[in-house]
Each structure stands twice: as C-alpha cells, then as structure tokens.
C-alpha cells in the first residue's frame, strides 16, 4: 500500500459469515438455507499540502476466500490511482456526454431506479405511484434492467426469500417499458400484484421487508471502443466513492474519471459528481455495452437494516446530457 510517500494512511475492512437460515411457518414450510458470505473494502487515502484524496477496491463473494487473495498487485494500483488523484486537474462543470463503468452503471440501477421498484416504498408514495406505472415507457428498446435472486455463486442469492416465497428473476423494466416491480407478500397483496420473493431480513431480530437481491441493467450490443469512438468530448467515469438519492433525484461521487476526446480517453481528472432526474437519465442512455460486469463489494441499507448482501452490475453504458459537477 505504501508504494509513495503521498499514501498517509489506508483501511481495510473485511468480514465474513457463515448462516445457517430455518424458516417454518403454519402453511406447513419448512426451509433450511446456509448463506455464507465475505466483504473486503481496501482504501488508500494520499494527502499532499492539505490536499486529501482516495482510491478504493471492493470485493465480495459467496464464501469464495479466492476471491481476496493474490491481491498485492490490485492494491498498489489502489495506491497509485489515489497518489495520481493529487495531480489530476477538475473537470468543468456542464452537460456532457458520459461513458459509466460497470460498477458505477451498476450502482445506479440499483440506488437510482432499484430503490424506486421497491413496492413497499411505491404503495406509501402516492406522487411515486403516480410515476411508477406499470406500462409506462422510461428509455428505448435497449433498456432492461432486472433483479435476480436465482443466479448461483452472486452474494445476493438465495432459493427461499424470508417469507418463504421462491426465488424469481423479475424484469423491472423491459425494452424500455416499465413491467414490474419487487414485493413481499404483503405489498403484493395490497397493489393486487404477485409476490417475487424480495422479502429479506438481516437476521431473526428484524421483519422481512421489500429488498433488492442481484439488481442489473442487461447486456446491449455496443463495445466500448464504439460508444468511445463517437463522442467528441466526454467523460469516463469509473468507481463510486459514495452517493445520495431524493425521490427521483440522484448524486453520485466518482471514484475516478477522465476527459473523452475526439473519441479516444485522455487526461485523468478529480473525481467528478454527476447529478440528475433518474427518470430522465434513463432516457438518454443512448448505448449499452456488451461487457457485463457484476460488483460483489457493496452492501445495502434500508429500515436500519444494513448491511444486507446484495450485488449489481451492468455493461457500459453512454448517457447523453449529464450533468458533471466542477469548477
């Protein structure tokens, strides 16, 4: 980690868990689950004239101690990438056109739009009602995102949610059109829908609510050398540092980010901000990779519930007109 002397000071944070999960109920279920899991969050922080900036990696994995080992090399990049955001100019705020990574597209699917498909959220939001209706187009046919509990070997997995409904793959939007929505049996019962089986607990001392599982924006056709290729000026964002979300309103914190030029990546910037309406950002993104990535770093709050294993992804993507935050 100490690779320069503008690294001053780093933190790791790692867990890993081995559940044994017994539900039962007066319908005559009976399910036994073993979820294991393991997180690893590696932070350089580099400090240079009162400067502070940092670079991160984050992984996780369904028991897999594979997953974290043989990292030396991917940890002095870590360091290198901070020690480099000392010296990296600010972006100029604007519109812009903007390349995310797959863990940053990922994010946003999943704490942009994933969040506002939570039924339990949607029922008592009668303005977000109004908004998230089934049948409504929100982006063009190459949109979908979906949330899918049934993919082995992802941290937000399972067979069984804790209600003891069966594990689904539920398309939220489909060729652009919103289709679904994620439910316990409770909030299927009250918007007269069916239950996927997103009901989840931490642990036995907390109710089973509305939660997301494995949250991504699928595959498109598009490489990333063409979707670069056709922008003239640009931004590449990679990473997340960190993020807040209002309704439909959104602000991510990159963790990294470079200037798009005459279709080729050119000088490293600061970490940007990119700000927006999830609603309309959706309907610019005018380009989806063919690279899915999936992120097994993070974990999910909601009903002081956290952090609760989960994992999303998504391709590249290219989304017209968003706006970056800068000098």
């Known amino acids: 980690m100490l690779t320069s002397p503008q690294i001053q000071d780093s933190r790791i944070g790692y867990q890993d868990v081995n559940r044994k999960v017994i539900f039962a109920n007066s319908e005559g279920s009976y399910i036994e689950q073993d979820k294991p899991d393991l997180a690893l969050r590696v932070?350089?922080?580099a400090r240079r004239n009162g400067e502070i900036q940092q670079a991160g990696l984050s992984l996780g994995s369904v028991g897999d101690f594979s997953a974290i080992e043989n990292l030396h090399d991917e940890v002095k990049e870590v360091a290198k990438r901070a020690a480099a955001l000392l010296h990296a100019p600010q972006a100029k705020g604007g519109e812009y056109t903007v390349i995310l990574d797959p863990i940053i597209a990922g994010v946003f699917a999943h704490e942009a739009f994933g969040h506002l498909s939570e039924a339990d959220f949607v029922y008592q939001n009668e303005p977000l009602r109004q908004v998230m209706v089934l049948g409504k187009r929100f982006g063009g046919k190459h949109l979908n995102i979906v949330d899918d509990a049934t993919i082995p070997g992802l941290r937000g997995s399972y067979r069984y949610d804790?209600?003891?409904?069966?594990?689904s793959k539920t398309y939220l939007i489909h060729e652009g059109i919103l289709v679904g929505r994620l439910h316990s049996r409770e909030t299927a019962a009250r918007m007269?829908?069916?239950?996927?089986?997103?009901?989840r607990a931490i642990n036995y001392l907390f109710p089973p609510i509305v939660r997301m599982t494995n949250t991504f924006i699928e595959p498109g056709g598009t490489s990333f050398e063409e979707m670069l290729g056709e922008i003239k000026d640009g931004v590449y964002v990679r990473d997340w540092y960190g993020g807040t979300t209002s309704l439909e309103?959104?602000?991510?914190?990159?963790?990294?980010?470079?200037?798009?030029?005459?279709?080729?990546?050119?000088?490293?910037?600061?970490?940007?901000?990119?700000?927006?309406?999830?609603?309309?950002?959706?309907?610019?993104?005018?380009?989806?990779?063919?690279?899915?990535?999936?992120?097994?770093?993070?974990?999910?709050?909601?009903?002081?519930?956290?952090?609760?294993?989960?994992?999303?992804?998504?391709?590249?993507?290219?989304?017209?007109?968003?706006?970056?935050?800068?000098?």
């Not at 804790?162 to 594990?167: H, N, Q, R, V």
């Not at 007269?192 to 009901?199: H, R």
């Not at 590249?316 to 935050?325: E, F, K, L, Q, S």
């Open 162 to 167: 804790d209600e003891g409904t069966p594990a």
């Open 43 to 45: 932070t350089a922080i």
């Open 192 to 199: 007269g829908e069916k239950p996927t089986g997103n009901a």
């Open 249 to 327: 309103m959104f602000t991510f914190s990159a963790g990294e980010a470079y200037m798009i030029r005459d279709g080729k990546l050119a000088e490293l910037l600061r970490p940007v901000v990119l700000t927006g309406n999830v609603f309309v950002t959706l309907g610019n993104i005018d380009a989806i990779g063919n690279d899915l990535g999936m992120n097994q770093g993070g974990g999910c709050g909601k009903g002081g519930q956290s952090p609760l294993p989960v994992s999303n992804g998504s391709p590249h993507i290219r989304i017209r007109h968003c706006v970056i935050g800068g000098r």
